[in-house]
């Protein structure tokens, strides 16, 4: 699998997780399993942002 695959790939579940757990804590599932993995996966998908930003500049600069 090549890298900018992986990075999207990686990109995409984080957020899903996020989401995922962002509706639970929005409904009041606090429990501490909950947010820990809420704020693991928000420090993974911003470091997989980045790369995700790094491997796709030349396309993001040919789109502005």
Do not use: C, D, P, R
Request: without cysteine; aromatic residues 18%.
């Amino acid at each position: 699998m090549k890298s900018k695959n992986f990075i999207s790939l990686s990109v995409a579940f984080a957020f899903l997780t996020l989401a995922i757990t962002g509706i639970l804590l929005y409904v009041k599932q606090k429990a501490h399993f909950i947010e820990i993995t809420h704020t693991i996966f928000g420090l993974l998908f911003i470091g997989f942002a980045v790369f995700h930003i790094i491997n796709n500049w030349s396309s993001i600069v040919g789109y502005s």
